[in-house]
Each structure stands twice: as C-alpha cells, then as structure tokens.
DNA sequence: GCCAACGTTGGC
DNA sequence: GCCAACGTTGGC
C-alpha cells in the first residue's frame, strides 16, 4: 500500500500550521468545493499532506500534516450558526466531508517566490496561475522536492 | 442545458 | 483593497 501526497491551502489569519501543531490535530472541515471535496475523500490514514498558507505575506508552505482519520461527513453543513452551514445539505446524503490531520514537522517557511524555483514543480498544479482548488494531490516527486528544498534552507 | 450574474479565492 | 480567474446558481 503506497501512501499518497496532498496539499492543502489554509489562510493562517484563520488557522496557521501552528494552530495545528497547538491543538494536536483538526478536523479539515469547511471545504466547500467538490473536487476538494472528492479529494478529501480520497485521503487515507498516513498520506502526507503539505500545508500551504494562502491569503499571506508572504504565501507559502508552512508545513507536513498526516491523515489520521479518513473522511465524515463534516458537521458544519448542518449547522445554522455557521459560516460553513449549507441548507441544501440533507443529513440522509451529506454533501460535506472532512478529514482528519495530525502535525508531522514544521518547514522553514518556504514563500511562493522559492516554490517557484523548484525545478520538480515547474508545471504543477500549485504554481499554475488561478489555481484556486484548495485540496489537490501531489506527486511524490513535488511532495519531496518540497521538502528537500525546505531542509536545505537556513 | 445554456449562460449571465454572482460569489469566492488568492496573489499582488 | 483590487481584480482576474474560476465555480456555482438560477432563470429561461
């Protein structure tokens, strides 16, 4: 069983990595697109995860999460106080899931402007001008050129 | 099932 | 805060 590679997008006003390192894991909830979504629901126990921090200056990859439960239907979509609440969500079929991560080790920040100097992710889908999907797999290639380039720095 | 209007994302 | 790119909604 091979483990898959991911990236999430996080605003870090909202929730940083260090919020994730803080409370020891999270639910990845909220996610309100279906192609994040199907991606969520495709993360298994142990796939690796970067952590990417958008909406930031500078933007860039913070960290490595891990899968430590696979998806549920995510809570929120029921929720009328919530930002994330979906009325057309019905509790028979969720339209909704989240999945479970775990910190595995903080990355000396890597901002946008070095990702983009990474030979392994010319043509990735994260450097791909309006790329706007929040969940997307990674190659283990890109997964591990990431973080060779992060262990590099400093 | 088309597509214009609208809302959101995310870099700058 | 701007705005381009993109996804979703809803009228027809």
């Not at 998806?71 to 969720?94: L, N």
């Not at 030979?119 to 790329?131: D, I």
């Amino acid at each position: 069983m091979t483990r898959n590679h991911w990236l999430v997008k996080t605003e870090p006003d909202v929730f940083s990595y260090r919020d994730l390192e803080r409370l020891g894991r999270t639910d990845w909830d909220g996610v309100r697109n279906y192609q994040a979504r199907n991606h969520l629901r495709a993360m298994r126990k142990g796939d690796l995860v970067i952590v990417y921090h958008s909406n930031a200056e500078p933007p860039g990859v913070a960290g490595v999460a891990t899968v430590d439960a696979e998806h549920e239907p995510d809570p929120s979509q029921f929720d009328a106080g919530s930002p994330y609440f979906d009325p057309r969500s019905r509790r028979e079929d969720p339209r909704w899931s989240m999945t479970g991560l775990a910190p595995v080790e903080e990355l000396d920040f890597l901002p946008l402007d070095e990702l983009r100097t990474i030979r392994e992710l010319t043509g990735s889908r994260l450097l791909a001008p309006g790329n706007r999907l929040s969940v997307f797999p990674l190659s283990v290639v890109e997964f591990e050129a990431i973080v060779a380039r992060a262990k590099t720095r400093s």
